[in-house]
């Protein structure tokens, strides 16, 4: 007859195995999403200039850079900045009392993941300021190019809108923007990922969608009709 005592123990080792498992992640909980809130800060930051890089950025420097520029609040359906959450948050660049810049979160699909993100544009309502990615699975050396500086600079001083203050989005091209775009239309293209056209088709589409949400407020910074 077997006997019970290697199951015992193995049930016993089994238990005690999950209460240290699930001990050391209630424990660590706290810190994970402490280094979480750093790291959105530092992405921030980032895409809308404050710091050119979080190399050398302790995290109590970077948490004093973003509650002493960034103000974060959200947008509704009319483009008015609110306190009350919605769907559509945005984190505020601001100098007396006007708005230098500002930031939006960016998310959706490439060709293997989905990518996240951030776009930052000017006080101007038009003009890119930047662009960030911080989290995704892409093909490395092809679509995880979209965090290499060469193409996050090319986004710098595009603009999302036309001259007569459509909106416009920003495009993505296969090859150079310089072959391919009637210089009348480049300012609102960037030069695309080589060997990477889903990726790049991906973040085209997904950034689009996004900033569409914000357009109401970004076409009342191109009037001139937003009072803070």
Known sequence: MLSKKPFVFALGLCMLCSFLLTN??????????????????????????????????DADDIGHLYATHIQQKWVNKDGDIVDTETNHPIFLYMKKRQVEAFAIPIAGYGLWSMLYGYFSIEGDG???????????????????????????DNFVGKKIATAAGEFTSIGIVRGKVKDVVPAGKAPHYVDGISGATITSKGVETFL?????????????????????
Do not use: C
Not at 31 to 56: E, F, M, S, Y
Not at 129 to 144: S, V
């Open 208 to 228: 689009k969608e996004g900033l569409k949400h914000y357009e109401p407020f970004s076409k009342r910074l191109r009037n001139k009709e937003l009072v803070m």
């Open 24 to 57: 050391a992640a209630t424990m660590l909980k706290p810190l994970q999403q402490k280094n979480q809130a750093i790291d959105q800060q530092k992405n921030i930051l980032k895409v809308l200039g404050v710091i050119d890089t979080a190399d050398g950025v």
């Open 126 to 152: 038009e003009t890119v300021r930047g662009i960030t990615f911080y989290q995704h699975g892409e093909t490395p050396g092809l679509g995880a190019e979209v965090e290499a500086q060469w193409f996050q």
